[in-house]
C-alpha cells in the first residue's frame, strides 16, 4: 500500500476530512517536532509552578516518559504530554487511554528501577509517584494532575 499523499476529494477545497485525520500525512520528523515545542511549552509552565526537571524524553521498550519532574515534597512526578488542534473525538486528554497509560506506567517502573540500579535512589522504597497529564486543547494547556494511577491497575 503506498502512503503518499492522497487527493482531496473533488470540490472539497480542504485539507481536513470529517473523521480528524489529515490527507497530508505529518512526516515522523514533523511529528517529533511538534510534539518537542509542546514539551517545551509544558515544561516552562511547570518549572513556573515550581517543579523541578528530572529527565526528558526517557525511552524504554515498550514505552516513553514525556517530562519527569520532581514537586518540592519530593514527590515524583511523570508528565505525559498530548495535544490536538480540535476537540473532536475527545481532545488531547481523551486520547490518553488505557494503552496509552499502560506504556507510560511500564517506562516509569523502568525509570525507577534503572535510578535504584545506578545508586541514584539509595533509600529501598520507591519515592512517592504522580501521574500527569498536559493536555494542549486547541492551543489552551489544562494541566490534569494526578490523572491516572497505578495501583488502579494492580489487583
Known amino acids: 500500500m503506498c502512503h503518499a499523499d492522497a487527493a482531496a476529494p473533488e470540490g472539497s477545497g ?5 473523521d480528524n485525520f489529515y490527507t497530508r500525512a505529518q512526516s515522523n520528523a514533523e511529528r517529533r517536532a511538534t510534539g518537542a515545542r509542546f514539551e517545551a511549552h509544558a515544561l516552562v509552565f511547570l518549572r513556573r509552578e ?4 528530572v529527565a526528558r524524553n526517557v525511552h ?3 514505552g516513553e516518559l514525556d517530562l519527569v519532574m520532581r514537586e518540592r515534597d519530593g514527590t515524583l512526578v511523570f508528565v505525559e504530554v498530548r495535544a ?5 473525538f475527545g481532545g488531547a486528554a481523551a486520547s490518553v487511554g488505557w494503552r496509552k497509560q499502560q506504556r507510560v506506567l511500564r517506562a516509569a517502573r523502568h525509570f525507577l528501577a534503572t535510578r535504584r540500579a545506578d545508586g541514584e535512589g539509595e ?3 520507591p ?3 504522580r501521574f500527569d497529564v498536559i493536555a494542549f486543547e486547541s492551543g489552551r ?3 490534569l494532575r494526578d490523572a491516572f494511577r497505578a ?3 494492580e489487583s
Open 14 to 18: 480542504a485539507n481536513a476530512r470529517a
Open 50 to 53: 515550581r517543579l523541578e526537571l
Open 60 to 62: 524504554c521498550r515498550g
Open 84 to 88: 490536538r488542534a480540535r476537540r473532536e
Open 123 to 125: 533509600t529501598r522504597t
Open 127 to 129: 519515592p512517592v509517584c
Open 141 to 143: 494547556l489544562v494541566w
Open 151 to 153: 495501583d488502579a491497575y
